[in-house]
Nanobody, 116 residues
Framework: QVQLVESGGGLVQAGASLRLSCAAS????????MGWFRRAPGKQREWVAE???????NYLYSVKGRFTISRDNAKNTVHLQMSSLKPEDTAVYYC??????????WGQGTQVTVSS
């Protein structure tokens, strides 16, 4: 059974930083691509960032240079360090795990609210 539990969300002012964490269960964490997604109010869920099993990272263009995804395989955790936050980053952020190229395990989400 794979479980993903996010933490670290909150209410911050524009320009501030937040660090999201995702704790994952399961023995194959280190071989999985892990990603962060978000759903803003009234919008569809969008992919934000991912880190592959070999540590390669990819980012949504609008967060590149501001967000950093990382993983700690010893602790089965993945983090999203968010800096220079903007009001448009306000969303529920979800951690997800990919199996054979498809994200099919999801956390419950953590709210990030950025005030102007």
């Amino acid at each position: 059974q794979v479980q993903l539990v996010e933490s670290g969300g909150g209410l911050v002012q524009a320009g501030a930083s937040l660090r999201l964490s995702c704790a994952a269960s399961g023995r194959t964490f280190s071989t999985s691509t892990m990603g962060w997604f978000r759903r803003a109010p009234g919008k569809q869920r969008e992919w934000v960032a991912e880190v592959t099993s070999d540590g390669s990272t990819n980012y949504l263009y609008s967060v590149k240079g501001r967000f950093t995804i990382s993983r700690d395989n010893a602790k089965n955790t993945v983090h999203l360090q968010m800096s220079s936050l903007k009001p448009e980053d306000t969303a529920v952020y979800y951690c997800a795990r990919a199996v054979r190229g498809t994200y099919n395990y999801w956390g419950q989400g953590t709210q990030v609210t950025v005030s102007s």
